[in-house]
């Protein structure tokens, strides 16, 4: 993918993100995340049913690469079982932090993969992840 | 511009409007930091050859210098610190400790920066005295009627900012230390946004306790300043003990502390960082402050009119006295905005500008910050202007 394609994408992200609110449902486990470089804060909600996330939610208050990411996260986490979405959530981490990787667990995910040419957005496309990660470990 | 030429890290284009944040440094004030490294170099008060008496006199020519620049009584009123947040620590957790009373009151706004809240409300849950923040105005302004309609008889302490980092607006420091001075009320000044764009007087203010540092005013990081007014600073507490502030110590647990200034401070205090403070001093004094402050705002007045001028601007803080200007463009994040600008060798800050409560306050917490200073000039603000007119372009740099 031509880096145009990948900005044209993070841009329809950020503006029209997907999975956005949060419902007001105890079934929803809720985390808010606060970028301690900048000022990204965002709040991620799940709700994992039989070791399964059935349902991914974002909100808040965040520049574009950490809205976009997350928009795109949830729809990559959505459904699926919380051993695969920690695969997805280890090779995310790994691709922004320049480490080994799995490409094809990754999805629209991928459109981030220059994202550490910029170390300064480097945890604004982590943040979400972050988050996601606190829930699941909370379940377990 | 004022003195450019000075400047030498401007030179290949480097546009800095984030001198809220830290300041860049003259020649001269690199010049007497790499001397002491290179000529001199020894110990304060620890030697009787020529380079260390010749550290002492610069050390306590400083002391000297800063007592004047302020306005002091004494030199016994200057204490070096790392920086504000020291000199802020060192006055509430070694004197307002031992001070305040549970059920007393301090008045701070949600405009202070971390260093003049968290030591506070740390201390409070300790100690159970009571902080209140007084109302900001329409324009997030403190306005003496605010101050005075939360003067209580159990008011103890005001702590403010002269300039805050996050608005830029310029408290009326004379009044309220006139109030303070009536009211039996010490008067807390943080200074660290103010001390190198405006003259300040410690007497005249009524002040009782002052903190900055010198990064701000074209000097050194890792340095700054406590002020106490001599019979208050008196009662202030160590909160570091050892070498350099001692007269004597022995094995069945006695010992003796030294006077003023001595007493508060201990170990191998930043003497680099200090000679460079008072060589940033020497320059501040040498240009005038009175004409800084009129060029800041001969430069504000240009900013604003050019900020103008873009479409889907939003300005915060327009009509106050000092060279901080918010703003935000259209939708655009703030932090997208600045990533966007740095491109073009144009620094400047996005964020709350860690004073966290304002948010409560203004109704965007994030803000796009430019922060002038006697170098900026208007092809800079140009340069600028040009470029948010671009705006269709911010977001081009995400991949
Ligand atoms: C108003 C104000 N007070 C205090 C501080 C803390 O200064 P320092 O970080 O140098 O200790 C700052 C720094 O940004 C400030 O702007």
């Known amino acids: 993918m031509d880096s145009n394609m990948k900005r044209n994408l993070i841009l329809d992200n950020y503006q029209n993100p997907v999975n956005r609110g949060i419902p007001k449902d105890n079934s929803y486990k809720k985390v808010n995340s606060k970028n301690e470089s900048c000022v990204d804060n965002i709040d991620v909600a799940a709700k994992i049913v039989d070791g399964k996330i059935e349902d991914i939610k974002f909100d808040g208050d965040a520049c574009a690469i950490c809205t976009s990411a997350s928009s795109v996260m949830t729809k ?37 993969n220059e994202v550490y040419k910029q170390p300064s957005r480097k945890n604004c496309a982590l943040l979400p992840m972050s988050s996601i990660s606190k829930i699941i470990d909370s379940v377990e | 511009m004022l003195n450019r030429e000075d400047f030498e890290i401007l030179n290949d284009g480097l546009i800095y409007f984030d001198n809220a944040a830290t300041t860049m440094k003259p020649r001269c004030v690199v010049d007497s930091i790499v001397e002491y490294y290179t000529k001199y170099t020894a110990n304060a008060h620890r030697g009787d050859y020529d380079n260390s008496l010749r550290v002492d006199k610069k050390y306590e020519g400083v ?135 405006l003259k300040i007087d410690v007497k005249k203010y009524n002040i009782s306790f002052m903190g900055f540092s010198a990064h701000k005013m074209l000097g050194p990081t890792g340095v700054g300043v406590l002020y106490g007014k001599e019979e208050i600073l008196e009662n202030l507490v160590p909160i570091e003990y050892g070498g350099g502030m001692n007269t004597a110590f022995s094995s069945d647990g006695y010992y003796e502390i030294k006077s003023l200034p001595a007493r508060l401070e201990a170990g191998t205090r930043n003497i680099a960082g200090v000679i460079g403070m008072g060589s940033a001093i020497d320059y501040l004094t040498s240009v005038g402050m009175d004409k800084i402050h009129n060029y800041e705002m001969e430069l504000k007045k240009y900013l604003i009119n050019r ?37 073009f060798k144009i620094c400047i800050r996005a964020g709350n500008h860690c004073a966290k409560m304002l948010h409560e306050v203004i109704c965007s917490s994030n803000t796009c910050r430019v922060s002038l200073y006697l170098y900026n000039n208007k092809e800079e603000i140009d340069k600028l202007v040009d470029a948010l007119m671009n705006q269709d372009k911010i977001l081009d740099t995400l991949v």
């Open chain 1, 76 to 112: 990559e986490l959505k459904g699926k079982t919380l051993k695969e979405a920690k695969a997805i959530i280890r090779n995310y981490q790994n691709m922004i932090n320049e480490l080994p990787y799995d490409e094809d667990s990754l999805g629209e995910l991928n459109i981030y």
């Open chain 2, 307 to 343: 900020m103008k001028s873009i479409p889907n601007i939003k300005l915060y803080n327009e009509d106050n006295d000092s060279g901080v200007l918010l703003f935000n463009v259209g939708n655009y994040f703030s932090q997208d905005v600045a990533i966007y600008l740095n491109q």
């Open chain 2, 63 to 197: 002391r000297e210098k800063v007592k004047n620049f302020i306005n002091a009584d004494s030199v016994k009123e200057i204490i070096f610190t790392k920086g504000s947040t020291e000199s802020f620590n060192m006055i509430i957790f070694g004197f307002m400790s031992v001070y305040l009373k549970k059920g007393d009151e301090v008045l701070l706004t949600k405009g202070e920066h971390a260093s003049n809240v968290l030591p506070w409300l740390n201390l409070s849950k300790k100690i159970g005295f009571n902080i209140k923040y007084i109302e900001l105005d329409e324009n997030y302004r403190v306005t003496l009627d605010a101050v005075k309609k939360n003067i209580s008889d159990k008011t103890k302490v005001i702590s403010l900012a002269h300039i805050t980092n996050a608005i830029g607006d310029v408290r009326p420091i004379e009044e309220i230390g006139k109030l303070c001075l009536e009211n039996d009320i010490l008067f807390v000044l943080d200074a660290t946004q103010s001390i190198g764009h």
